[in-house]
């Protein structure tokens, strides 16, 4: 079993561009969250991904929009990227949304230039 | 308002010695309550997770206890090591329909030689 799987490990982008990232989740698992996590932060939470459906969402702007694929596997977009949005980006994968045992992938540094 | 606080924001030990870190939540309706190390520049990985009606929990040299009354949780390591060094960060989720996950700050442990 491969955990929780994230693409690329790195990105480097310029104020205006946009990014995807990627999240493959646990074996098993049918909920993808995704959180940004600022340098010395703690991890901020985003939206969550359920049955292909956006089901919470955290304060973020609309600039921030995510999908979930058939085989669970979930898209993390960013548009018009700002300086601020330089971060860590991790998702986790649970069952049903079921927070009681939520992995994380190993995440993605995005640095805005 | 849901909120989880951690104490202290940073800690220094000796190798070898032991530190209790501190998690204080005002989280309703409780779920569960994780505790998690996150390496720098990793994602988070889980180290205990408690309901309701468990006091304590232990994985390794950690040991978790939660105090559901006064909302509060401990995080003790013992006989720490080099590698213990990391943030330790505990989350509390709110059961609706789906569990909500509300994560506390993080506490920074250095352990030095």
């Known amino acids: 079993d491969a955990g929780v799987t994230q693409s690329p490990t790195h990105l480097i982008k310029t104020r205006g561009q946009q990014v995807t990232l990627r999240c493959s989740p646990k074996?098993?698992?049918?909920?993808v969250s995704w959180y940004q996590q600022a340098l010395g932060q703690g991890p901020q939470f985003i939206f969550q991904?359920?049955?292909?459906?956006?089901?919470q969402r955290g304060n973020f702007p609309d600039r921030f929009s995510g999908h979930q694929f058939p085989n669970y596997s979930s898209e993390l977009n960013v548009n018009a990227l700002l300086l601020g949005d330089s971060a860590l980006y991790l998702c986790?994968?649970?069952?049903?949304?079921?927070?009681?045992?939520?992995?994380f992938g190993p995440g993605t540094r995005l640095t805005v230039t | 308002k849901n909120q989880v606080e951690q104490s202290p924001q940073s800690l220094i030990i000796l190798e070898g010695k032991n530190c209790t870190l501190q998690?204080?939540?005002?989280?309703?309706?409780?779920?569960?309550l994780r505790w998690y190390k996150q390496d720098t520049g990793r994602g988070p990985v889980s180290l205990t997770i408690?309901?309701?009606?468990?006091n304590t929990k232990s994985n390794g040299r950690y040991t978790a206890t939660l105090d559901a009354d006064t909302k509060q949780s401990s995080l003790h390591i013992t006989a720490s090591q080099l590698s213990d060094s990391a943030s330790y960060i505990c989350?509390?989720?709110?059961?609706?329909?789906?569990?909500?996950?509300?994560f506390g700050p993080g506490t920074s442990l250095s352990v030095i030689p």
């Open positions: 998690c204080n939540y005002t989280v309703s309706p409780f779920s569960n």
């Open positions: 986790a994968s649970s069952d049903n949304g079921l927070a009681y045992e939520q992995y």
């Open positions: 989350v509390v989720s709110a059961r609706t329909s789906y569990d909500k996950v509300i």
């Open positions: 408690m309901t309701f009606s468990e």
């Open positions: 991904y359920y049955e292909e459906e956006e089901r």
């Open positions: 074996s098993g698992h049918d909920t």
